[in-house]
């Protein structure tokens, strides 16, 4: 067993190492440490508000582009769609016609089920254009959207600075 032995006339000091004792800082000097802490805090946010605008910006600029692809293609289609789909319509009413006056049944059953089959067609045809009218339709909310939130941190950058401004 270790033994200890107290002498009175000795210190005990149990503080942090390098702590100077009964040295205090003014008030002034309080003051300027927290000014300096606020500007750090005040730059790291400003640098993550432009960090978040950069991003916008480039996602923004991806989606203008491809909202522009996405305008040239719906054209594409609906030029194209549009005679396909009129020829198919007019070759349709061809062979209901010609199935109405057919004279045999064998002969109304093929005319109505190649009709059927155009009419199938140009279904398809007509939804392959209104998908691509609904992504062009997504693509200007997601457009609306992050403008939106473009004009929120510009805003939130402008209210940042004024604080700072007033901060002293």
């Known amino acids: 067993m270790v033994c200890e032995t107290l002498h009175d006339d000795e210190l005990m000091h149990y503080g942090v190492l390098g702590m100077k004792w009964g040295v205090r800082r003014n008030l002034e000097r309080l003051r300027e440490s927290d ?18 605008r950069d991003k916008i910006n480039k996602k923004l600029t991806k989606l203008e582009s491809r909202g522009g692809d996405l305008k040239k293609k719906q054209y594409k289609i609906m030029t ?21 006056n057919a004279r045999s049944e064998e002969d109304f059953v093929r005319s109505t089920v190649k009709a059927n089959k155009l009419d199938i067609k140009v279904s398809k045809i007509e939804k392959e254009a209104s998908k691509t009218q609904s992504k062009i339709a997504k693509n200007e ?11 929120d941190i510009n805003k939130e950058l402008v209210d940042n600075g004024r604080d700072f401004l007033y901060m002293k």
């Open 141 to 151: 909310k997601l457009i609306k959207t992050f403008n939106t939130a473009l004009k």
């Open 80 to 100: 194209k769609s549009n005679v396909k789909a009129s020829k198919y319509k007019a070759k349709s009413a061809k062979l209901r016609q010609k199935a109405f």
């Open 35 to 52: 000014a300096k802490g606020l500007k750090g805090s005040h730059n790291t946010a400003v640098s993550n508000l432009n960090t978040h």
